[in-house]
């Protein structure tokens, strides 16, 4: 709760600088509101925006604030801004967890100042991929939930987003979507594509960890958006996940297909050796370890557990913490299905923890907080 409230108050600004927000006056009717928040989004002005949503909050539409959001940020105008989807999916959890009542000024206001943050002019390749999704359109308008029985190549939608080329990845991905396949399934594609991306980067050379884990935590937000937004927002959002690959070909990560099966010759027989591996900085063996003990038919959980302890004990586990609730989530997604990538999930979270850590005392956050916990005052602390 105290982190929260401090997350929340920094991003909202002090009380002081910010002009009290009043509603419209009545009568305003929804459409009225909507259009208004489309139109406003597009020109990036959020404080008019926030007035609209408090508005709406207080006139009873609370019900149709996230699912606007949503739509607003997966628009075409929105590609290249990936993080917007991420943090409204944290933005939605907060409102269900808490409530209206306690939680709707703070979606009121963040939301506005996401979907209307000012963008700039696109640079070539953004401004080719919004007029490729403009004329995705009457397939995006169109998409559905998808049925799983319908015949569906993952390997080759997987081998087009990493093409580097976007009319290749963005017309596999409209091909897919025409086919009638689950939009469900292309998430799951997504997402673990970005995890076995993850687990496979080279860490001799710098790995690209924001641009990898922002591939992750978005398929992962898809599945809010399809809940929000219903299945057009997140076919937008699958669209969103294309581009983002794309950006980062940078990394150079070779195509792999999902179907083939993992092997190793390492061994591992339970989470302290992979425990050891993470806090001894030992990033080439920890992805090894993990896979054995996942082949062998070890239980995840346990090994999520344990590496999260380790995490947390960091100073850098502010670095980790949004993708280990995502890792936390999605396993349990996944943790009995037979799919020959899921044991990437893991292997990506052990991979990035070991190699984000630094080779120092660095766990002064943690044992700070604990003395806290147990009653101890900063002045304590620094006498000890």
């Known amino acids: 709760m105290i982190a929260l409230t401090t997350a929340a108050g920094a991003a909202a600004g002090d009380a002081a600088e910010r002009l009290e927000v009043v509603p ?124 799983l029985e319908v015949p569906y190549d993952e390997d080759s939608l997987v081998k087009a987003l990493v093409s580097a080329d976007l009319e290749t990845a963005f017309g596999a991905l409209t091909q897919q979507l025409e086919a009638g396949v689950s939009i469900d399934r292309l998430i799951d594609t997504c997402l673990l594509l970005a995890a076995d991306r993850m687990a496979r980067v080279p860490v001799n050379v710098e790995a690209g960890w924001p641009c990898l884990t922002r591939e992750f935590n978005l398929a992962a937000a898809l599945r809010t958006v399809q809940h929000y937004g219903g299945p057009t927002a997140a076919a937008r959002g699958l669209v969103h996940a294309a581009w983002q690959f794309f950006d980062d070909r940078w990394l150079n990560i070779p195509y792999r297909p ?80 037979d799919h020959p990538a899921r044991l990437q999930i893991l292997v990506g979270l052990a991979r990035f923890a070991t190699d984000v850590r630094t080779n120092k005392d660095s766990g002064s956050a943690a044992r700070a907080a604990l003395r806290f916990a147990q009653g101890h005052t900063a002045v304590d602390i620094f006498e000890d």
């Not at 917007?84 to 709707?104: K, S, Y």
């Not at 992979?274 to 993990?290: C, D, K």
């Not at 999260?308 to 989530?329: E, S």
Request: net charge negative; charged share 20%; aromatic share 8%.
């Open 258 to 337: 999902l179907s083939e099966p993992l092997t190793t010759s390492a061994t591992a027989e339970d989470p302290a050796s992979i425990v050891e591996a993470i806090q001894t900085l030992n990033v080439q063996e920890v992805g090894p370890r993990v896979l054995a003990y996942g082949l062998a038919g070890h239980p995840g959980t346990p090994l999520i557990e344990a590496m999260g302890r380790a995490i947390l004990w960091d100073d850098t586990a502010h670095q980790l913490l949004p993708t280990l609730g995502t890792v936390f989530a999605e396993w349990e997604r996944f943790a009995e299905s």
């Open 24 to 147: 419209l006056p009545d009568p305003v009717a929804w459409t009225s509101i909507e259009r208004w928040v489309r139109a406003f989004s597009r020109d990036g002005q959020a404080g008019r925006i926030e007035r609209c949503l408090f508005t709406a909050g207080h006139a009873g539409h609370q019900d149709n604030i996230l699912p606007l959001l949503f739509d607003c940020a997966t628009t075409p105008y929105f590609l290249g801004f990936a993080d917007h989807i991420i943090w409204l999916d944290h933005l939605a959890r907060v409102q269900e967890e808490f409530g209206w009542d306690r939680a709707g000024e703070l979606v009121f206001n963040l939301g506005a100042k996401l979907v209307g943050r000012g963008r700039g002019e696109p640079e070539r390749f953004r401004r080719d991929a919004i007029a490729l999704m403009g004329d995705m359109e009457p397939v995006l308008a169109q998409a559905q939930a998808g049925a």
